[in-house]
């Protein structure tokens, strides 16, 4: 064996997805989606739905709570919306760049987590071709790519696989589509994305803590997959556009885990919890504990890939 590779803390990018369709209105289980991926770390936030056969996005700079107050995203009305948090990349701070994005005649809605390394060539064509930009951000780009998509086939799905065979990066999307009020739309490539499953109402998100509250029922997409959900079903789509099927994985975790509970913020949770943290991980299987132990016994050498204190863990 030449080498282990072991992922002890793996990087994540920061920025927060949580979208749901659901029997009833949505903007307030969107908000306490945001509120459990705070700690990724933002500087905006936005939250987009569709009511009575009109898409409306609110958003601004700032903390969740200071933009609640200010825009009153939890007064938006539908059953159907996404929100994110966004961590600047392309474009800087300000209420234009937070998500979600619109298209020029504002029918198609998208939130992402990602970057797109070839946003700037793909922005000065679509600008040739008379689409109207309003942020510096590389996410708007996948925006117009899927609206000028959809023109073609009116099919949320074959629009989104289209436009992301376009990017070069990596992206977790969720897109909602005006005259489209039952359905949203995710994409991934090198980004988290997953899919909760309750009864009556589904979530996507980039982390299972946005909707741990209401379903513990997740799927995990791959790389290149693209989904469609409504409030009562999934369906998933690989690289070709062949339909998968794949049932859902129970994760079996307490909210009084995954929550701040009496802490200010979740870092000062993980350190005050790493003598329970270091019980539970003792906790395993004592034969797949084995035989990972006798996979790093075996090799020449290992190596950890880590960010913040992990890296520390990795110099040890």
Known sequence: MAGLIIPWNLARPMCGIIGCVAEEPVANTLLEGLRRVEYRGYDSAGMATISKGRLSVRKGAGRISDIEAKYKLSALGGNIGMAHTRWATHGGVTDGNAHPHTSCRELVAVIHNGIIENYLPLKRGLIARGHRFKSETDTEVITHLIEQEYKKTKDPVAATRAATKKLRGQYAIAAMFQDRPDI????????????????????????????????????????????????????????????????????????????????????????????????NASLQDENRLEDFASAIRKARSVFISASGTSYHAACC
């Open 184 to 279: 949203i739309v995710g994409a991934r490539k090198d980004a988290p994305l997953v899919i909760g499953v309750g009864d009556g109402k589904m979530f996507i998100a980039s982390d299972i803590l946005a909707f741990i509250e209401h379903t513990d029922r997740s799927i995990f997409l791959d790389n290149f997959e693209t989904v469609q959900i409504t409030k009562d079903s999934v369906r998933i789509f690989g690289k070709t556009g062949r339909e998968i099927r794949r049932k859902p994985t129970q994760v079996a975790w307490e909210l009084s885990d995954i929550s701040k509970t009496d802490y200010a913020h979740y870092t000062l949770k993980e350190i005050n919890e790493q003598p329970q943290t270091v019980v």
